[in-house]
């Protein structure tokens, strides 16, 4: 019913900047119904939640690891969410994935278990 299709990762050195980007394709509701995060997975650890953006995109969350570096957006005549990521460091290295939420953000970084919809990740790695 959502699908999510991540976009824009790569390699870039420490101090560098990337942009990657999530189509989504919905049925039943439009896309400015949903809540929308941004979540990573480094090997060996837990998914963590990096950001979300309210469904008007007018309230953001971020996690502290990321705050004043990422900025999360979105665009809802195109069915996109994007994460702007500046002054990136090795350990944003992770495979980063975007995600759905019915209908509101809850407060303060977005959890996993909120969220029912998932695109199949983008490999964002960053060398020193």
């Known amino acids: 019913q959502v699908q999510l299709v991540e976009s824009g990762g790569g390699s870039v050195q420490a101090g560098g900047s990337l942009r990657v980007s999530c189509a989504v394709s919905?049925?039943?509701?439009?896309?400015?119904?949903?809540?929308m995060g941004w979540f990573r997975q480094a090997p060996g650890k837990e998914r963590e939640g990096v950001a979300a953006?309210?469904?008007?995109?007018?309230?953001?969350y971020y996690a502290d690891s990321v705050k004043g570096r990422f900025t999360a957006s979105r665009d809802n005549a195109k069915n996109t969410l994007y994460l702007q990521m500046n002054s990136l460091k090795p350990e944003d290295t992770a495979m980063y994935y975007c995600?759905?939420?019915?209908?509101?953000?809850?407060?303060?970084?977005?959890?996993?278990?909120?969220?029912?919809?998932w695109g199949q990740g983008t490999q964002v790695t960053v060398s020193s």
């Open positions: 995600a759905a939420k019915s209908f509101f953000c809850s407060s303060g970084p977005p959890k996993v278990a909120d969220f029912g919809s």
């Open positions: 919905v049925s039943r509701f439009p896309y400015s119904s949903y809540c």
């Open positions: 953006l309210s469904p008007s995109g007018g309230t953001s």
